[in-house]
């Protein structure tokens, strides 16, 4: 079972350049989030999605955007990368079983240089 | 505002058993969950308190005191393998998402 995918696992950019991460889900999932996890400071939610074709901003949104076109996936850009968006992203989904459980991708790891 | 306060590292012998605490503050909460995360991994769900009392999952426990907004993470006969970051996080009332704590560095030592 894949479950939560993430791709690129790993990037390094140059200050101002763009990119995107892309999160696969395959079950069928409404809910699904983009985290940043940075030494010491947990994990801070950025942008959110309750189902296909909407979006929400979350603790940290500033510097990024996102999109949720079809229902399994969910894409975080960075139109110009900043030195302070140097951290690992997470993707998660939620089923709404009310039980507390998001499932997790492994993470994508971003330097900006 | 909200917060969840963690203790930022604890230390345990190999065999023993650890309480993680979190306390809380925030206006109002469904439920309160826990994560695991080693090193260079995705955090993993282990429990989730939605009412009171004591919720016990193998050698991993998890108690919730709603009157005390306090939770905590007991975790029993430890192995070295349980050495990880261990979260707290809260879905608040009319949220969407979970807000997560800062982490509790977990590590067992022989």
């Known amino acids: 079972n894949a479950g939560v995918t993430q791709t690129p696992k790993f990037r390094v950019l140059k200050t101002g350049q763009s990119m995107t991460l892309l999160c696969a889900q395959d079950?069928?999932?409404?809910?699904m989030y983009w985290y940043r996890q940075d030494p010491g400071m947990g994990l801070r939610l950025i942008h959110y999605?309750?189902?296909?074709?909407?979006?929400a901003k979350g603790e940290v949104p500033d510097g990024y955007n996102v999109s949720r076109l079809k229902k399994q996936n969910f894409l975080l850009g960075l139109e110009s990368a900043a030195p302070s968006q140097t951290s690992v992203y997470f993707c998660?989904?939620?089923?709404?079983?009310?039980?507390?459980?998001?499932?997790f991708g492994e993470g994508s790891r971003l330097t900006v240089l | 505002g909200q917060s969840l306060e963690q203790p930022s590292e604890v230390t345990a012998v190999e065999g023993a058993i650890v309480q993680i605490n979190c306390t809380y503050q925030t206006s109002g909460f469904y439920g309160l969950s826990w994560y695991q995360q080693h090193d260079g991994g995705a955090p993993t769900f282990l429990s989730y308190?939605?009412?009171?009392g004591l919720e016990e999952t193998g050698r991993f426990s998890s108690f919730l005191s709603r009157s005390d907004s306090y939770g905590y993470l007991l975790l029993q006969e430890l192995q070295m393998k349980d050495s990880a970051s261990y979260f707290c996080?809260?879905?608040?009332?009319?949220?969407?998402?979970?807000?997560f704590g800062t982490g509790t560095r977990l590590t067992v030592i022989p």
């Open positions: 079950m069928n999932h409404e809910y």
């Open positions: 999605s309750v189902g296909e074709g909407t979006t």
């Open positions: 308190n939605a009412l009171d």
């Open positions: 996080a809260v879905k608040r009332t009319g949220a969407n998402n979970l807000f």
């Open positions: 998660a989904s939620d089923d709404r079983a009310g039980t507390g459980e998001l499932f």
